[in-house]
Structures are given as structure tokens and as C-alpha cells.
Antibody
């Protein structure tokens, strides 16, 4: 059974850093496209970043240069390193898997809340 | 970037009603579109992929249609557990983009 479990969210001051984790089971992270998608409180869904099976990474313009996506194949875990956090980064962050098409998300984690506030 | 315009933004309906939600893409995306259901405090759940293919385990009252720039999600007979927010997602071109969402509420 495919499962994705995010962790690492919390309250952080503007300008701070946070690392989110997404532990996967039931499939191999490195063999799939893995993305982060976020949802600000009361708002819609926004794609944030992707890592391809080959290791290429891509980012939404809103986080480029501040966020870094990575994975640890030995732990079958996806990460999102978030630096220079802003109030507008406040959101629930979901990890999501795509198997065939790069951004056709078939499984999602339960999400972890990041709150950027002083 | 391709813009996805979803309508309506909200609707009120009764159990048993037929409900239709539309997504329009700013340019053609073939059938590279999915539909997702999200309940409060939960992750999105894929209902439809490739515009019209039903995700395994999803009730057959959900159906999708369309190709190119106009797409439709239909719930043939609304059930109590279907009250939720629905999103479309285009994955034809980078960056992927979601519609604004349609909140389906109880009348």
C-alpha cells in the first residue's frame, strides 16, 4: 500500500529556515516523480517543486532560490529545505507522487502545516 | 503559463442532484487533466485522470469528459459524502496548474 507521511512543519519566524520530510512506503521514491504542493489557509492548491527520477529539480517562481527539494534513497524519503521564509509561505505542505506523467499526482500525504509569523 | 478557469466557484445542491463543474484551459492541453476532491482538513484525492478515466475505487457516479480546452466533472447523483471542494489540475505543460476550486455545499 502506498503511503506518504510528512513531518517537520511548525511555527517559524520570517527569515528562518525549516526542513520538511516525506517518508514513503509501498513504492520507491527514486523511481517516481515526487512533488511538493502547498495550500495557504482557506486558499487553493499551488505546486511548489518536483524532483524527477533522474534527479532533475524544478521550482515554482515563488520559491526559486529559497527552497531546495531533495531525496534520500536509503531512507526512501523526500525533503524540502525552506530558507528565507516569508509570511506568504504559510501553508499546509503536501508531498505527492506522480508515476507516469510528471505532474499527474496519484497519491498525496496528509500534509504538514508551516506557519511563518513573528 | 496555462491558466485554468474553474466554474462555478461554489454551488448549493441537494442529495440526489446532478452536479456539473467546468474547467477551461487558456490553451489546449489534450486530455492531460485530472480532477481532485478535497474534504476539510484532508489531502486532495484523485477522482479522474486523463480527463475521463475513473480512479480505481472511486464511485461510478463521478465522470469526467472533455479534451483540448474545456473539461467537465459530473456527479450523477450527489451523495452526502460528496460535499467537498473539487479542483482540476492540468499537467500538460510546465508549470502544472490547478483551477481555483469549486465548493459543493448542501442546499
Amino acid at each position: 500500500e502506498v503511503q506518504l507521511v510528512e513531518s517537520g512543519g511548525g511555527l517559524i519566524q520570517p527569515g528562518g529556515s525549516l526542513r520538511l520530510s516525506c517518508a514513503a512506503s509501498g513504492f520507491t521514491v527514486s523511481s517516481n516523480y515526487m512533488s511538493w504542493v502547498r495550500q495557504a489557509p482557506g486558499k487553493g492548491l499551488e505546486w511548489v517543486s518536483v524532483i524527477y527520477s533522474g534527479g532533475s529539480t524544478y521550482y515554482a517562481d515563488s520559491v526559486k532560490g529559497r527552497f531546495t527539494i531533495s531525496r534520500d534513497n536509503s531512507k526512501n524519503t523526500l525533503y524540502l529545505q525552506m530558507n528565507s521564509l516569508r509570511a506568504e509561505d504559510t501553508a499546509v505542505y503536501y508531498c505527492a507522487r506522480s508515476w507516469v506523467e510528471r505532474y499527474d499526482f496519484d497519491y498525496w500525504g496528509q500534509g504538514t502545516l508551516v506557519t511563518v509569523s513573528s | 503559463d496555462i491558466q485554468m478557469t474553474q466554474s462555478p466557484s461554489s454551488l448549493s445542491a441537494s442529495v440526489g442532484d446532478r452536479v456539473t463543474i467546468t474547467c477551461r484551459a487558456s490553451q489546449g492541453i489534450r486530455n492531460d487533466l485530472g480532477w481532485y476532491q478535497q474534504k476539510p482538513g484532508k489531502a486532495p484525492k484523485r477522482l479522474i485522470y486523463a480527463a475521463s478515466s475513473l480512479q480505481s475505487g472511486v464511485p461510478s457516479r463521478f465522470s469526467g469528459s472533455g479534451s483540448g480546452t474545456e473539461f467537465t466533472l459530473t456527479i450523477s447523483s450527489l451523495q452526502p459524502e460528496d460535499f467537498a471542494t473539487y479542483y482540476c489540475l492540468q499537467h500538460n505543460s510546465y508549470p502544472p496548474g490547478f483551477g481555483q476550486g469549486t465548493k459543493v455545499e448542501i442546499k
